[in-house]
């Protein structure tokens, strides 16, 4: 490629250099720090792989017990931080609670300045355990309800799934939770995690970091998807019409929500771990219909669209496995954000340890230089 030529999205154009993931599009693989991730999902915690992705190795014991101690003992907000949320409308969205609220969060901590080390890691903390407060407290004041202090006898995900739902999660649902969290909790050089490494490239501090990657996530063509699978399912509504539904899809070039992805060609393994965790929980709730509609929809879009290397992504299921948690469709992209900021944390450490200001260049389009025409002379 010339140093010249432009390419729309920056598709194929290497923007950092990186140890943090890497993806195998043709043989589903996605490594974490060169673990698999559905070992991790499988084997770990989301404490356990919060610190593999920001601090590169996994924790010895005594290291992870007083990262999972420190998370603990941050989860709280300020008073001022919920009196915020009561100031929001109750009909906005949820991401952009999270989005003014993570920005609103830094101005209560002054560990900014981010050539220190000490102080960056200070706001990882911080962040990583006040992000699930601050969604489940927007969606308990959105409902009129008070909001539920953090539980420091739970972990990330238990606490996490009981300030949502006000029910202390099953251990069955907790550990369904927990991998939803470690399956969505970093994926390389996805465009907020390029917002982030921008952001950061600017030494702008870790909440502004944050904040910027929150806004570029609920965008519909990264974050949302999950929630429109859930919708398409509806309208589909049994497994019965997914073979016409398919059929009118194709017909009318309609694009089947949860399916394709620009770097996997095959189904993605984060599809195929949620696919198994699903049936976990239905084993405990009841298995929706919408389960059994996706199911037949993949048997039938697989001839058609497998062999164009379209396959099913991590939102064809993930909306399924929410629902039938009981939580609501709009929590579907901030639940997304609450994992991938460890992702977006590991990412602006590694942007900040060799940092280079971002500034790309352009190829500019517009006028030569042209001279001014004072207003009562314009035609
Ligand atoms: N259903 C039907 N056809 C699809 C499709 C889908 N979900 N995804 C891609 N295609 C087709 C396109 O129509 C296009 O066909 P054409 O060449 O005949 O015009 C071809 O595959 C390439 O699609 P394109 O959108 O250019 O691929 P991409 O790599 O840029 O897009 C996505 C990747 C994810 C944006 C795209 O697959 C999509 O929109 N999927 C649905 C939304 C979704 O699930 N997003 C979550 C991603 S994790």
Not at 22 to 32: M, S, T, V
Not at 98 to 109: D, E, P, R, T, Y
Not at 308 to 319: A, E, Q, R, T, Y
């Amino acid at each position: 490629m010339s140093l010249a030529e432009y390419r729309p999205g920056l598709a194929d154009v290497p923007a950092a250099e990186s140890a943090i993931s890497d993806i195998d599009g043709k043989n589903a693989r996605l490594l974490y720090r060169g673990f698999p991730v559905e070992v991790l999902a499988r084997e770990s915690t989301f404490e356990e792989t919060a610190w593999l992705l920001l601090k590169g190795e996994l924790p010895r014991q005594k290291e992870l017990a007083d990262f999972d101690a420190q998370l603990r003992q941050r989860r709280a907000l300020h008073f001022r931080m919920t009196d915020m949320f009561k100031a929001l409308p109750a009909t906005g969205h949820p991401m952009d609670a999270l989005q003014a609220s993570v920005a609103a969060l830094g101005m209560f901590h002054s560990t900014r300045e981010v050539s220190d080390p000490a102080g960056n890691w200070e706001s990882c903390l911080r962040i990583l355990a006040s992000v699930p407060t601050l969604v489940a407290t927007f969606h308990r004041v959105r409902l009129g309800l008070e909001p539920l202090a953090p539980r420091d006898d739970l972990d990330h995900a238990g606490n996490l799934g009981y300030m949502l739902t006000g029910k202390e999660p099953s251990p069955a649902v907790r550990k369904v939770l927990d991998a939803c969290l470690i399956l969505h909790a970093e994926h390389q050089m996805n465009a907020s995690t390029f917002a982030a490494r921008v952001v950061g490239s600017t030494l702008a501090d870790p909440y502004r970091v944050i904040s910027a990657a929150v806004g570029a996530l609920a965008g519909p063509l990264h974050g949302g998807a999950n929630e429109e699978v859930l919708d398409m399912l509806e309208v589909i509504g049994s497994a019965a019409n997914a073979r016409a539904w398919f059929e009118n899809a194709v017909a009318t070039k309609g694009k089947i929500m949860g399916f394709g992805h620009r770097v996997y060609k095959v189904k993605d393994p984060r599809a195929t771990v949620l696919q198994d965790l699903a049936e976990h929980v239905f084993a405990e709730t009841s298995r929706p219909r919408s389960y059994d509609t996706a199911l037949e929809l993949e048997k039938v879009a697989l001839p058609v669209l497998g062999a164009k290397g379209i396959h099913p992504n991590v939102d064809f299921f993930s909306g399924i496995v929410y629902q039938s948690l009981g939580i609501p469709k709009d929590i579907f992209t901030p639940l997304f954000a609450i994992a991938r900021t460890a992702g977006w944390l590991a990412h602006w450490l590694e942007q900040v340890g060799g940092n280079r200001l971002f500034r790309p260049e352009q190829i500019y389009k517009g006028y030569a230089e042209r001279k001014y025409v004072s207003l009562d002379e314009r035609a």
